[in-house]
């Protein structure tokens, strides 16, 4: 076949396949699709990474964290005439009574500082909800409960990780204490302590090396001043540069003479430490009571008693060390209190459970109180408004331009001008709202009508132009068959047209509203970015909505927000996903072939 080929005509060889023409064009084809693979590929690996960080995160508002002490009611605060009335009953003291609850626990517990830090295990809801359930079971009065208080965003916070955990340090040996009021003087027979003054000599090192990088760069500074001095033409220039170049030198000559200090520290064998809030805490768990090393020595420290020991001993054979994972300085709850929620959590009163709040609750300043229930609300009466105004009109004006209109310049210029608006920003909309709905017309601000009036100007060209489109596409046999047989234009236009141009133009509809809801430029201008705690009930009530929910909380100080923007974003996703996977699936239930 080859010396077929070989011996026949050019032309035919080249027909063939076997030319080099043809090889470098398949060739060529093979790499565009090799390109194409890449792309397609490295966009999913992005997609994969983007939404796997966002739902891990997110996993972390799912649960909260709640702590379980025995309450006293005494009647005489709450309701002495035991009216039952639960307007009575809500003008009690219930946060003095939850934070009677936990001193009782942590009777040992004094100072000013000590007791807000304690006060601060619970969130700032917790004393409301024991009230609420106290007026709904009045009978509880006057005897003790348990109840469960939810936890602040700083100890849920902890008990997930977010600021370290608590390390133990193997330990052997017998823990020697000299009690004394607050502080304890602690010695081991076995040097114990090695590891944490280790540790600190290890920072000192690393503190002595950053020191002498900023000498460096004093160093640099004064040799270049010296050179702009010899170089200055006059006499003023000449002795600032001087000046400066003397500074640098003292400059570095002090950071020289502190690092070498902090080096000679290091080296030295043994000594004493000081352990700050700049290094990782360290913690000794014996007795049942804890300590916190404030000074420490290879073979005894000095430490700060943070819970006293529940037995009165000299020794322990039973004890543990414990080193933080952050400093105190780069965290938000103290060693106290650490040590207090390590406690309740050995005691067992500290469970974690689903955290239904979060999708059944308004919106709150602080992060473990805050839901989405309300922007979900918001969102549900802003689409609502969007669909009833941008639906009828769009399908309507899209039957009159695509089955009644004459085409003159007139709805030449309309046709036009629609297709501009699809392709508007979408703050021009909130800016046209903001003077029009607002400013004119007085429409209730940050309100889901506002919303809606804005968003169904933004989706209704994007609705118009795919009913124009779905309706184009019916056949015009249809139209001749349903005009033969007697209908008038409008019957064929509302009784055959429409309903086959139906499932085309609810997938438009659906894809339209479907941006709508993601939008957050329009909604702003128009003020749904107030803070909204009630949940709505109507298209006049006060309002906000997921988009703008998401905005909010990223802009939020509180650590314990960023989770609960992920959750959020992932409900947005998933409303998202469900809108365009209904239009998929009308499209395909309803959807024929001509």
Not at 32 to 55: D, E, F
Not at 83 to 107: H, L, Q
Not at 204 to 219: F, I, K, W
Not at 492 to 503: C, G
């Amino acid at each position: 076949m080859s010396d077929l080929i070989a011996s026949a005509p050019r032309e035919f060889r080249k027909l063939s396949g076997d030319t080099p023409a043809l090889r470098r064009r398949r060739r060529a084809e093979t790499r565009l699709k090799a390109y194409g693979i890449v792309a397609i590929l490295l966009a999913a690996l992005a997609l994969i990474v983007l939404l796997s960080s966002v739902v891990i995160k997110a996993g972390r508002a799912l649960t909260e964290s709640y702590i379980t002490l025995p309450v006293v009611l005494p009647a005489e605060e709450i309701d002495p005439d035991a009216t039952g009335d639960p307007k009575v009953i809500y003008r009690a003291n219930f946060n003095g009574i939850a934070r009677d609850a936990f001193r009782e626990r942590f009777s040992s517990i004094s100072g000013r500082s000590a007791r807000r830090e304690l006060n601060d295990l619970i969130s700032v809801g917790a004393s409301f909800e024991l009230a609420r359930s106290v007026a709904d079971f009045p009978e509880l009065i006057g005897q003790t409960i348990d109840f469960r208080f939810l936890t602040s965003d700083i100890v849920d916070l902890y008990l997930k990780g977010d600021y370290g955990a608590l390390n133990p340090v193997g330990t052997e040996g017998l823990l020697t204490a000299s009690i004394d009021e607050d502080e304890a003087e602690l010695s081991t027979d076995n040097n114990a302590f090695f590891r944490i003054l280790d540790a600190l000599k290890a920072q000192l090192v690393g503190e002595a090396q950053r020191l002498h990088r900023q000498a460096a760069r004093q160093d640099a500074g004064a040799a270049e001043f010296a050179r702009r001095a010899e170089a200055a033409e006059t006499d003023e220039a000449r002795a600032a540069a001087q000046a400066e170049a003397k500074k640098r030198a003292a400059e570095r000559d002090r950071l020289t003479a502190e690092a070498e200090a902090l080096l000679a520290r290091a080296e030295a064998q043994g000594g004493t430490e000081e352990l700050d809030e700049d290094n990782p805490s360290a913690l000794i768990r014996a007795g049942g009571g804890w300590f916190k090393l404030t000074e420490v020595s290879p073979d005894s420290a000095t430490a700060e008693i943070l819970l006293p020991p529940e037995t009165a001993a000299d020794s322990y054979a039973d004890w543990t060390l414990y080193l933080t994972g952050l400093p105190e300085s780069a965290r938000k709850i103290s060693d106290r209190q650490i040590v207090w929620i390590e406690d309740l959590q050995e005691a067992g009163a500290i469970d974690t459970v689903f955290n239904w709040r979060f999708f059944s609750a308004g919106d709150s300043r602080d992060p473990e109180l805050a839901g989405i229930w309300g922007a979900a609300v918001g969102s549900f009466w802003t689409m609502l408004v969007t669909f009833a105004l941008a639906f009828p009109v769009g399908v309507f004006t899209a039957i009159y331009l695509e089955e009644f209109a004459r085409k003159t310049k007139f709805t030449e210029f309309v046709e036009v001008n629609i297709n501009n608006l699809a392709a508007v920003p979408s703050i021009i909309f909130g800016l046209l709202g903001l003077a029009v709905f607002l400013n004119f017309f007085g429409v209730p601000r940050s309100s889901p009508l506002a919303g809606g009036l804005v968003l169904a100007l933004m989706t209704l060209p994007t609705i118009i132009i795919a009913a124009r489109v779905s309706m184009a596409a019916v056949p015009p046999s249809i139209r001749e068959a349903a005009l033969g047989v007697g209908a008038s234009e409008v019957q064929t236009a509302f009784h055959h047209v429409l309903p086959l141009a139906l499932p085309g133009i609810l997938t438009g509809t659906i894809i339209g509203m479907a941006r709508a809801l993601g939008e957050t430029a329009p909604l702003i201008t128009i003020g749904m970015v107030a803070f909204i705690v009630d949940i709505p009930t109507g298209i006049t009530d006060s309002a906000t909505v997921l988009p703008v929910q998401v905005y909010r909380w990223s802009d939020f100080p509180e650590r314990a927000f960023e989770a609960r923007t992920a959750a959020a974003i992932c409900t947005l996703l998933l409303f998202l996903v469900l809108m365009n996977a209904l239009a998929v699936l009308l499209r395909r239930r309803f959807e024929r072939r001509w």
